[in-house]
């Protein structure tokens, strides 16, 4: 958990999205920090890290199903990249990200084609731009990193994570942001 709250480097979204990737193909927990905090957002409980405060944490895999279902193979390097450019409909970060920077970015959720996919459409670059220019990234690898999840949105403020924080005091308002883009989407 130390090396999340005081690691030994931030990343950029270009540098985990580079060649070779520094990002390894393993298990475990990563961290979101964010010079430019999206509208609404509180952080004054926020821990903090270079003066940025730490919004989000997640996980590659998911904790395993119960039953006879197989683990996720998912590492850290495929799920850091599927939110640095993937869409709305893969990303829950994404959602959230675009769903309280709509306005000021011109974000509009809509459906994908004929399915019943919800993404940003073109917007998806300016939200994927924005978050190479505000966002810092780092990781630990962990062979049960929800363990590490759980215990993180315990003992801090993370007001982007919704599975698990819902007593958060902005996980209503974010539940609200994501849910009102998504009824104007299906509309």
Not at 21 to 32: D, H, L, Q, R
Request: aromatic share 8%; with cysteine.
């Amino acid at each position: 958990m130390y090396s999340l709250l005081r690691p030994e480097r931030l990343y950029t979204p270009a540098e985990i999205l580079s060649s070779p990737c520094p990002v390894p193909k393993e298990p475990g927990a990563y961290a979101w920090y964010m010079a430019q905090v999206p509208p609404g957002v509180p952080v004054v409980d926020c821990h903090r890290y270079l003066g940025l405060p730490l919004l989000y944490v997640g996980i590659a895999p998911r904790r395993p199903p119960s039953g006879d279902a197989p683990p996720s193979k998912r590492t850290l390097r495929d799920r850091l990249r599927q939110h640095l450019r993937g869409n709305a409909s893969a990303s829950t970060l994404r959602l959230s990200l675009g769903s309280l920077l709509a306005g000021d970015l011109g974000l509009v959720l809509q459906r994908s084609g004929t399915s019943c996919r919800l993404t940003f459409g073109p917007g998806e670059q300016r939200l994927s731009s924005w978050m190479a220019e505000y966002t810092r990234i780092t990781w630990v690898v962990a062979d049960a990193p929800w363990v590490l999840e759980e215990r993180l949105m315990r003992e801090f403020s993370l007001p982007l994570n919704l599975q698990g924080n819902e007593a958060h005091p902005f996980a209503e308002t974010l539940h609200a942001a994501r849910s009102a883009a998504r009824e104007r989407a299906r509309a």
